[in-house]
């Protein structure tokens, strides 16, 4: 394969390879970069997620390709990628990309998969073990918890109304830990590009957001294949749509893992901590190593107790609330047993029987304090409801913050604890 020195203005375009697979011609954008001054040690092979494009690794890119080799890669319908691929599955990428390292005459190749990516890297390793050497995740999951995947749907049903300013909300704040944000510190101006890029999606943007939001949808557990390299999955620490459990549950399929937990880090630490990125992949793909620092340790369990699951605390509400169903008129009203700002719980007792089309579309009233939320009640047991709130608007979400602050210490159900 041919690798190029490094420069930015490489980024603005790519090649283009053609691979034969399942009886049909893919295309495979890619850039190769590497250092003359390096040996040829296995290429890191950065896949393109669903909204990164190849400038988003600018930097990375840069500063590693002076330590090895370094490849982007966007697969059909991915980043730069334009071609529709409907009806592949993410084990039907993990063979196109391995058409694509067979004609590049690869012999080993160390993927870096994060987040939406990170179901095909898994995929690659585990079917194709004779072509990984080291195997980086990031922001991974064995299939979508339920309360995220309602939350997807109703993404796809914003887009297809042309609600484009709660898709473009909705999204942001189901990727980013909006209430975690002084922690996390993510630039508001990485906020409100991302937003303005998701309000500006051209008709095949949509389309490929659909066509990728369904592939997801679709992840029902990566129990196929189980990668025998060595392995890295990195987890913020605050991440709460790919939650560090999630993470480790993936970390626990794999067979020579390790967990790093990015201190203070949500969904969006690639694009946020890139420095910090950069060196754990440095040390990871040449030395096989995790260097704890003040940014990520190594989490040694095999699970996560609740009260570490839980990313923000649950507070008992003593207020009224009022559960509405608005396309019946039908309300009642109900018991708090506890509620944050992602969502709540109540209490069955005074609820009557509930069919699962109403489950979906009901509204809870905050009397007290005037707030209405459509809410998607997602787990009913046998004394309680759980439902998340839709969020479609960041003064509302902040509102509701306020609200949760004033509740006080005292009323706290469950508090988080550091991982």
């Known amino acids: 394969m041919k690798f190029k020195i490094f420069s930015a203005l490489d980024l603005k375009g790519h090649n283009t390879l053609e691979v034969s697979c399942f009886n049909k011609i893919w295309k495979v954008n890619y850039l190769a970069f590497s250092s003359e001054k390096i040996d040829q040690s296995p290429p890191l092979v950065i896949l393109g997620g669903a909204f990164q494009k190849f400038h988003s690794f600018k930097k990375e890119v840069e500063k590693l390709c002076d330590y090895m080799p370094v490849i982007l890669v966007d697969l059909p319908g991915q980043g730069s990628n334009d071609q529709i691929a409907t009806d592949l599955s993410f084990t039907d990428y993990a063979d196109i990309l391995k058409a694509f390292v067979d004609e590049m005459n690869l012999q080993k190749i160390v993927p870096v998969a994060l987040s939406y990516g990170s179901a095909i890297g898994f995929t690659f390793a585990g079917k194709f073990p004779e072509r990984t050497h080291r195997l980086i995740l990031g922001g991974t999951t064995p299939k979508l918890r339920e309360s995220v995947r309602l939350l997807l749907k109703e993404s796809l049903i914003a887009l297809d109304q042309g609600r484009m300013k709660d898709f473009s909300t909705g999204v942001i704040l189901n990727l980013f830990n909006y209430s975690q944000r002084k922690r996390t510190r993510v630039p508001r101006m990485l906020i409100r590009g991302f937003h303005k890029s998701l309000m500006s999606l051209s008709d095949k943007d949509r389309e490929r957001y659909r066509s990728n939001t369904q592939r997801l949808l679709n992840l029902n557990g990566l129990e196929n294949y189980q990668p025998q390299c060595e392995t890295l999955v990195i987890a913020g620490e605050y991440d709460n749509f790919t939650t560090p459990s999630e993470c480790l549950a993936v970390s626990n399929m794999c067979k020579n893992s390790v967990v790093g937990v990015l201190k203070d880090c949500d969904h969006l630490a690639p694009f946020v901590k890139k420095e910090l990125m950069i060196e754990v992949y440095k040390n990871f793909a040449l030395e096989g190593i995790v260097k704890e620092n003040e940014g990520i340790n190594v989490y040694k369990e095999s699970s996560i107790p609740l009260e570490k699951k839980i ?109």
């Open 311 to 419: 990313l923000e605390p649950r507070w008992k509400y003593e207020g009224e609330v009022v559960l509405k169903c608005p396309k019946s008129g039908w309300q009642e009203k109900v018991e708090c047993l506890n509620i944050n700002s992602y969502g709540l719980c109540l209490s069955l007792d005074k609820i009557k029987e509930l069919c699962e089309t109403k489950m979906k579309s009901l509204e809870v009233h905050l009397t007290r304090e005037d707030m209405t939320f459509e809410t998607i009640f997602f787990e009913k047991g046998n004394k309680h409801l759980r439902g998340i709130f839709k969020r479609y608007d960041f003064d509302q979400y902040e509102k509701l913050e306020k609200i949760m602050k004033a509740l006080g210490d005292e009323s706290i159900v469950i508090r988080p604890t550091q991982l």
